[in-house]
């Protein structure tokens, strides 16, 4: 009787594991079906379909920031140096840190600023009546890393710039001086 109820036993063991077997590869299927989906009659996957239908929409319509600060008399002097020199800011208007800058600046200040917005008609991606505009204007070619970005023309072909960060009238003068070819004063800078 021992040796029936362990062929027994053993014969049970093979049909749990075949079970086992069986029951993960159902499983697999059915996981692979659910998230690939199934094919269509042509060969096509069901869920390229669902795809098309499911595609995250973003539309943002372009809506310029309104700075609400007033400036202070060194941001003002700091802009006619900035519009003076030639100098350039670049950003998006869902730029967090762009509109930042334009408020550390002020109202009065960014009037004086040549401002180049990079996202000048918003932007879309599946909106229905859009076509997709989900990279920075063309004139923004070249000047798209990170905004906020200062660029300043140094001599007749060459520009330095700021990217990516908020920076305060002052260090925007050492790019002024910098641009220009002068010296920079640490001393005077950091006292």
């Excluded at 076509?131 to 890393?145: F, L, M, Q, R």
Aim: with cysteine.
């Amino acid at each position: 009787r021992a040796s029936s109820s362990s062929m027994h036993d053993k014969d049970k063991d093979i049909i749990d594991r075949r079970s086992a077997l069986i029951g993960g590869l159902s499983t697999t299927a059915l996981a692979f079906m659910t998230t690939f989906g199934t094919t269509t009659g042509d060969g096509a996957w069901a869920a390229e379909d669902a795809e098309a239908k499911t595609k995250k929409v973003v539309a943002v319509p372009y809506t310029p920031y309104v700075v609400t600060s007033d400036s202070s008399e060194e941001a003002l002097e700091t802009a006619k140096q900035l519009n003076a020199a030639g100098a350039r800011l670049y950003g998006a208007f869902w730029c967090e840190n762009c509109n930042k800058q334009k408020e550390l600046f002020g109202k009065q200040a960014m009037e004086m600023i040549n401002y180049v917005e990079c996202f000048p008609d918003g932007v879309y991606q599946n909106a229905e009546g859009h076509e997709d505009v989900i990279k920075p204007a063309g004139i923004c070619t070249g000047y798209t890393s990170a905004w906020p970005l200062w660029v300043v023309p140094k001599g007749e072909d060459d520009e330095i710039g700021i990217q990516g960060q908020v920076k305060k009238p002052r260090e925007l003068q050492r790019l002024i001086k910098e641009a220009k070819g002068e010296k920079f004063d640490a001393l005077k800078y950091f006292t």
